[in-house]
């Protein structure tokens, strides 16, 4: 299958409510998404998420690379049937220059040819990824925010009886707002915290041992993304199990984290690891080393990376916590006519459709598209 | 704070918004075009052309004090009451009066019914019918609190500005009379509801909360976009 054209939509779909953690505060989705279309007509549809602070990609050059680096590549390929997980539609690798890895950019385009592959057969992605289960849990998130705020977000959560919350933390009135949450949700919600690099070691080791009492499950990137020694020096005095996620972006980041014996937890998130195939190579990586998982997921990520969240998390044998799947709980529309959002207990069923197994109303990336790039045949 | 109050308290605060809403006052004040005039219009069309079908869910978990009322409402709408005024077709005929062709008006029935089965095939956060419904009744219910304030208003911009006669406008005039009951019957109806389901203060506030965490006469009546300069998510 040979690609006739793309076009690339830099979107801006409003949030319901702002989203804050440590480094930003979100009011607007800014994904990308890759439309493609094939020489015989069939179109896929994938997502990237670019973060300047995990990857190194904006949306700008992310745009860029993707229009003039990855589109002019991926149009001289003439891609095959995909037969299993291992054989995956492979994206041209390029320079990372100035960046950690173009992954969000390769992401978009992995996806969407494994959309428009598996369209152009009638097959779900399911018939690749086999699933282990039937449904899918996933976590809620509780924003950086007041601890009134917090503990509104609870009694939600609560109510919707979501088994497992991450709260983000930022160094400010973390201890109280995490009890008064704790109180909120009761003893038997699974809670952990995300610092997003807010701290150094020594302020991570001092708050890992404030909050021990709080019963946290784990802390995700207590500090920020740097020499894999400082973690493992919070990961050896951290009475608390270590989450990497900023940290993890790359199969060498992988390779590195846990031969420092640096965490605990990996936390992949398939446009920060650049697509289901690298996703699923740093799994594996993890599972032999007896890593413990988590799939995460991007704030503001729409039905495309979502559904691609969901085969996934529901692919891999080991896996203790899943996230996404927030839809319109949290963007005040979603691209795709079915909704991919979880539902009560966060369960979330598998996806039996086409491709990916959604369909994406082009009326609404025009909508909420701040920049549209259309790319035709490369001579 | 009793749950009248509450209720009554989100519902002022919502209409209110709807107001001083930039894109409300544009139509008031005759400063929009005619196309966002017909978006106005059929945006209230496709809100409430499948209202007959939401009060029949709302009748089969209304409680048993409430039924009547549930069920004259509902009736009321079908036109299957003494009046024998279908609401629907007054919604038809105020499209037919701005001027949407046949195949529009069967677009805005397409999209309203759409709405109903995305709503029905959706996963649901609530645990229980019970919940669903609550949030349903509320929904409903500021709805015509809403209406048995500002329709009258409504009317005369769409007569003033947009040049729909008032036979096109019956729809609006029609709820600006009997929705100041049905306002008063529907808070009647969720303090039953409250009470029948057994509902303690905080369940019922949070369920409130969750219903309008966004302003659901903008987002009805001026799509998404409006709704997000409204809550500062774009400027």
């Known amino acids: 299958m040979r690609i006739r054209n793309a076009t690339f939509y830099a979107l801006k779909i409003p949030f319901v409510e702002s989203f804050s953690h440590s480094i930003k505060t979100r009011k607007f989705s800014d994904s990308i998404i890759a439309g493609l279309t094939s020489e015989d007509g069939a179109v896929g549809y994938g997502e990237g998420v670019p973060r300047s602070y995990v990857t190194g990609e904006t949306v700008e050059t992310c745009l860029d690379t993707m229009k003039n680096r990855l589109w002019p590549a991926v149009a001289q390929i003439d891609y095959s049937t995909i037969a299993s997980a291992n054989d995956l539609p492979k994206i041209p690798e390029i320079k990372k220059d100035g960046v950690i890895a173009w992954n969000a950019a390769q992401t978009a385009f992995e996806l969407a040819l494994i959309d428009c592959l598996l369209k152009r057969e009638k097959r779900p992605l399911s018939t690749i990824l086999p699933p282990k289960r039937q449904t899918v849990i996933y976590s809620g998130v509780i924003t950086s925010s007041s601890k009134e705020k917090a503990v509104q977000l609870a009694k ?7 088994k497992q919350i991450k709260v983000k933390i930022d160094g400010q009135n973390d ?10 949700v009761g003893p038997d919600i699974s809670l952990r915290v995300d610092a997003n690099g807010a701290f150094d070691v020594k302020q991570a080791i001092g708050v890992l041992k404030d909050i021990v009492g709080i019963k946290i499950d784990c ?25 990497v996620d900023e940290s993890l972006v790359t199969l060498e980041d992988a390779e590195n984290l846990i031969s420092a014996k640096a965490c605990d937890f990996f936390n992949l998130r398939i446009s920060k690891c650049g697509g289901v195939s690298q996703t699923l190579q740093i799994a594996k990586k993890a599972e ?57 207990g966060g369960k979330a069923p598998l996806l039996r459709g086409e491709g990916l197994g959604v369909h994406v109303r082009e009326e609404i990336l025009k909508k909420y598209a701040d920049k549209v790039i259309e790319c035709g045949k490369v001579k | ?34 196309k966002a005039y017909n978006v106005f219009i059929a945006n209230v069309c496709k809100t409430h052309l499948r209202s007959p079908q939401i009060l029949a869910f709302l009748y089969s978990v209304a409680p048993p004090a409430s039924t009547e009322d549930v ?88 007569e003033k500005h947009r040049g729909i006669s008032k036979d096109g406008l019956d729809w609006f005039l029609h709820h600006s009379e009997v929705d100041i009951r049905h306002a008063e019957e529907q808070l009647d109806s969720i303090e039953e509801y409250v009470k029948y389901y057994q509902f303690d203060q905080s369940h019922f506030e949070s369920i409130l909360e969750l219903t309008f965490r966004e302003n659901v006469f903008i987002k009805r009546y001026f799509g998404e976009i409006a709704l997000a300069r409204h809550s500062g998510m774009l400027d």
Request: charged letters at 25%; glycine letters at 6%; proline letters at 3%.
């Open chain 2, 1 to 34: 704070m009793s749950i009248r109050a509450l209720v009554e308290s989100e519902y002022a605060r919502q209409t209110e918004a709807l107001t001083s809403n930039e894109a409300f006052q544009m139509l008031e004040t005759g400063k929009a075009d005619t």
């Open chain 1, 219 to 243: 802390i995700e990137q207590p500090i920020p993304r740097g020499n894999v020694s400082d973690l493992a020096k919070v990961k050896a005095e951290s009475p608390i199990p270590v989450m």
């Open chain 1, 288 to 344: 032999e080393a007896g890593m413990r998982l988590q799939l995460g997921a991007q704030v503001g990520e729409t039905a495309v990376l979502s559904a691609a969240g969901r085969h996934v998390a529901a692919y891999l044998d080991s896996l203790e916590f899943v996230e996404g799947s927030y839809g319109t709980m949290l963007l005040t529309e979603d691209i795709s006519d079915e909704k991919v959002d979880f539902g009560h």
């Open chain 1, 175 to 184: 201890k109280e707002r995490l009890a008064a949450i704790r109180d909120t």
């Open chain 2, 71 to 158: 069920k004259h409402n509902m009736l009321e709408e079908l036109g299957l009451d003494e009046e024998g005024i279908p609401h629907p077709k007054l919604l038809i005929k105020l499209a037919q009066h701005a001027g949407f062709n046949e195949c529009e008006v069967k677009t805005l029935e397409v999209l309203a019914q759409d709405e109903l089965k995305r709503m029905t095939s959706e996963q649901i956060l609530y645990g229980s019918m019970k919940e669903i419904g609550l949030s349903a009744l509320l929904e409903t219910a500021s709805f015509e609190w809403m209406l048995s304030r500002l329709a009258s208003q409504m009317a005369k911009f769409l």
């Open chain 1, 156 to 162: 939600y959560l609560k109510l919707f009886a979501v």
